[in-house]
């Protein structure tokens, strides 16, 4: 069963719609409707690509990381955005604190409302 704050693996595409890598995604919300369409956005070790107003840094040190199922500090990539089928999650990691998530849907509700 897929929750909201998981953290699934799944192979992001680049923007250009080619291929991407196996990597971890955080699940936002569940598309309203008869299909299983999830929001999730990608997750990435290369924290130096962190936006200081916009995503969202989970460290080894963070109440959470253990939770979470990622190897190593790691940058939520709000700004890295897609609606996807359920069925092509390969696995899921962990999940993160339901107050970390309430606070990347805030950021991205103040983004999108600016």
């Known amino acids: 069963m897929i929750l909201e704050g998981d953290i699934i693996l799944f192979r992001f595409p680049h923007t250009d719609m080619t291929q991407g890598k ?3 995604a955080l699940v936002l919300k569940k598309l309203p ?4 369409d999830w929001l999730i ?3 990435s070790s290369r924290t130096h690509l962190y936006h200081t107003e916009f995503d ?3 460290t080894t040190a963070s109440n959470d990381f253990t939770e979470s199922g990622l190897k ?3 940058v939520i ?12 999650f390969v ?3 962990g999940a993160i604190s339901s107050q970390r998530l309430k606070k990347i849907k805030t950021k991205l509700s103040k983004w999108i409302m600016s």
Request: glycine share 10%.
């Open 41 to 43: 956005c990608m997750i």
């Open 33 to 36: 409707g008869q299909f299983n």
């Open 56 to 58: 969202e840094v989970i």
């Open 77 to 88: 990539r709000i700004c890295r955005i897609a609606v996807v089928e359920g069925e092509i």
């Open 91 to 93: 696995g899921k990691l």
């Open 22 to 24: 196996l990597r971890p």
């Open 72 to 74: 190593t500090s790691s």
